[in-house]
């Protein structure tokens, strides 16, 4: 199986998602003293740490490109309460009023084939980070339900073809947010160059199952070292 079709197709049931956006509030990180803003900066690096080494979580922090946002966070965790606690944690990480919730969206690994024996693959490293989210639509004549299940496997089995044609410059999570959050799924990409994205996306778009949804917002993230991103988010 393809690395593209893997990720779209993860094993684990039992794995939730928390993708996160946040808006730095300049005004109030201004009213901290250099001392203030430093020790801030030192326990949101140690907590980043912290949440790493936590066993059956996997952490992603990005530097949001556009002001829809200047933060964001793709937090995975095996066990709800683990990944609530870190949540209102990182929330609070640089201080009292300092980063204010835009965007917030909750799913679960997509069950299916793939990655076998739980959590034992990493998510890249890679620099560029797409997050859009995704419902289905049920007008008539455009009813994702009201199709037969054989036809709905295979418009999703050419959506995953169309993945496998980028492996190795984009990276594809798909997960799922039925009856828990707006949107009923989240399609997370990860690559080297924002172009691939774009151009995957499109194709997607052009595929006949592309009338069968509703497109979210997107966001795009930045993955950088702690360091370049609070120097490039004016910490």
């Known amino acids: 199986m393809s690395e593209a079709e893997n990720m779209l197709r993860v094993a684990d049931a039992g794995w939730y998602a928390l993708h996160l956006f946040y808006r730095i509030e300049h005004g109030q990180w201004a009213l901290l003293t250099s001392d203030e803003q430093r020790a801030a900066k030192t326990a ?32 995975l965790a095996e066990d709800l309460h683990t990944g609530h606690a870190v949540e209102k ?85 798909v997960t799922v947010a039925v009856g828990l959050d707006d949107a009923e799924g989240v399609l997370s990409l990860f690559a080297h160059e924002l172009a691939d994205v774009q151009a995957m996306v499109g194709e997607l778009r052009a595929h006949p199952a592309a009338c069968y949804v509703e497109d979210g917002e997107f966001y795009i993230g930045l993955r950088l070292t702690l360091d370049e991103a609070f120097r490039r988010l004016q910490l």
């Open 89 to 173: 944690k990182l929330s609070l990480s640089l201080g009292t009023d300092i980063l204010s919730p835009v965007y917030s969206c909750l799913s679960v690994l997509e069950r299916g084939g793939g990655v076998e024996g739980g959590m034992e693959w990493e998510l890249p490293g890679w620099e560029v980070f797409c997050f859009h989210p995704l419902a289905t639509r049920r007008v008539p004549g455009q009813n994702w339900y009201g199709l037969a299940s054989e036809e709905r496997l295979r418009l999703m089995q050419g959506c995953w073809e169309v993945a496998g044609r980028y492996e190795g410059r984009v990276f594809p999570l």
């Open 44 to 75: 949101f690096t140690e907590l980043v740490a912290e949440v790493r080494k936590t066993p059956g979580v996997q952490l992603l922090i990005f530097s949001m490109v556009t002001p829809k946002a200047d933060m964001g966070f793709l937090l």
